[in-house]
Nanobody
């Protein structure tokens, strides 16, 4: 089970930190990802992090502004979002990779088998 938190309303240029708490699997064995879905648009990749905390990878649209990290002792993955823009407005989902110890730096949604319910992020201009 994955449960996101930390979403909310923020002005453009502001920051938010999303959290995703995991349970039910050995969290430290799995790569994790963040995705988002804006109104009327398809869900898209945002960031991913390897099971060991390495192999971070970002969508071009958030590179340099967002940082993904994880705390395996707390079974939690984070998404620090800085310099937020109105176009970052979306429901943000965390997801767990289907396979343990995967080293493939995938951004493909089909490679992630468990999903949270999402948390709303709204950036006002």
């Amino acid at each position: 089970q994955l449960v996101e938190s930390g979403g909310g309303l923020v002005q453009a240029g502001g920051s938010l930190r999303l959290s995703c708490a995991a349970s039910g699997r050995i969290f430290s064995d799995y790569a994790m990802g963040w995705f988002r879905q804006a109104p009327g648009k398809a869900r898209e990749f945002v960031a991913r992090i390897g099971w060991n905390g390495g192999s971070t990878y970002y969508a071009d649209s958030v590179q340099g502004r967002f940082t993904i990290s994880r705390d395996n002792a707390k079974n939690t993955v984070y998404l620090q979002m800085n310099s937020l823009k109105p176009e970052d407005t979306a429901v943000y989902f965390c997801a767990m990779h289907r396979f343990a110890f995967s080293l493939v730096p995938t951004s493909t949604q089909a490679d992630f088998g468990s999903w949270g319910q999402g948390t709303q992020v709204t950036v006002s201009s």
